[in-house]
């Protein structure tokens, strides 16, 4: 496949992480035809990709390479060329520890189009303030006084999922697993536990203050008090900026899952992706698969509240299928395309909010990610 892609203003971008390597895939707005480009940065370890619309149109791309470590590039084309950053995320504070893997890249907000934010393991987050040229420690997350009772879940102490309020600069929320929800309104000077009301029940206290095991977090631009957490314990919603949450669960075939997706033009519209509870008293996720070997999306309406399966189009028998955390995108058109990257290499998509699904690709390596953006 050739390196780099050719897209039009208003075209759809799927950037697309595997175990060996990036793809981008765009189409026009229709979404039927898809070109498809790569493996980029081929053989890596790519966590995760995401698509910055401010300005430049630029992709970033967390590279995790096990000789070389992590690092992060970014293309202002498409993917034909990449800049390496000149100083990557590394800790320089009092800390001693490593960078192992980046996870999750995160553009700022529209006001502020140089910064950009970054979630790796051990837990931390890490802010440029030049559009990902290089990276600086927020150190007084990783200084917060529960540090050291901190502990990972099965994919490791990681900083996840990142939220930030588009209408409050100094206003934001992190996940960590397996700590739990981590909240600041004075620009990162100081953070708060956010976990009140989310289970842990792997715990001998089912609410701590923390240790819960969040799986992803999400936020709405049109309602940013409201935070959606999928978590190793259930479905989770605040209303009120993460103070506390509301368990949701009920209606959903297990409490399990990793992906969480939104409906950009709807706060109320959420999805999810259910999967089996550990096989063999196992903690984690290496040998899960989706609930009864049936590949179905789960749907709200009204902000968790009731759930539907969608399954028109999907593989309902056999289908040993499992979705990492960033396994799950949502396009911006008015009838919301929903993207679900698995780690057996298909991705499976809707153009009209789930109703009904097609294969767009098939035969990738193992999907860890897949991110979404309108081209500029």
């Known amino acids: 496949m050739p390196l780099g892609i050719e897209a039009n203003r208003g075209d759809i ?51 995790n390479d096990p000789i070389w470590g992590p690092e992060i590039q970014r293309s202002e084309d498409l993917g034909a060329t990449w800049l390496k950053a000149a100083q990557n995320p590394r800790f320089a504070g009092v800390r001693s520890d490593s960078v192992n893997r980046i996870w999750h890249i995160e553009p700022g907000r529209p006001g502020e189009p140089e910064v950009v934010y970054a979630g790796v393991d051990p837990a931390a987050l890490f802010k440029s303030e030049d559009g990902g040229d290089t990276w600086g420690e927020v150190e007084s997350l990783t200084a917060h006084p529960t540090r050291d009772l901190w502990e990972g879940g099965f994919g490791g102490l990681c900083l996840h999922s990142m939220a930030l309020d588009p209408t409050d600069i100094d206003r934001m929320w992190v996940a960590i697993s397996a700590v739990g929800v981590f909240g600041t309104e004075d620009g990162g000077t100081s953070w708060s536990t956010m976990n009140a009301g989310v289970r842990a029940d792997f715990l001998s206290d089912p609410f701590p203050e923390f240790g819960q095991c969040p799986h992803k977090l999400l936020s709405h631009p049109s309602m940013p008090e409201r935070l959606y957490q999928q978590n190793h314990c259930g479905f989770f919603r605040s209303e009120n900026g993460g103070w506390e949450g509301r368990d949701l669960s009920a209606g959903l075939p297990s409490r399990v899952a990793l992906p969480l997706g939104s409906n950009s033009n709807d706060a109320d519209t959420v999805y999810v992706v259910p999967e089996d509870k550990a096989v063999d008293g196992e903690v984690g996720g290496g040998r899960r698969y989706v609930t009864d070997a049936k590949f179905r999306v789960y749907r709200s309406r009204n902000a968790g509240a009731d759930w539907e399966p969608l399954t028109n189009g999907l593989p309902q028998r056999n289908a040993y299928l499992h979705v990492m955390r960033e396994g799950m995108a949502t396009d911006s058109m008015d009838e919301c395309g929903i993207y679900v990257g698995t780690t057996t290499g298909q991705i499976f998509y809707s153009r009209n909010d789930g109703d009904t699904w097609d294969l767009l690709i098939d035969y990738l390596p193992p999907i860890n990610s897949v991110d979404c953006g309108t081209v500029v």
């Open 13 to 63: 971008i799927l950037m697309v992480g595997t175990r060996k390597g990036a793809f981008l895939l765009t189409s026009d707005q229709a979404r039927r035809n898809w070109a498809v480009s790569g493996p980029l940065h081929a053989g890596n370890d790519i966590y995760h990709m995401a698509y910055d619309d401010r300005e430049k149109g630029t992709v970033f791309v967390a590279i």
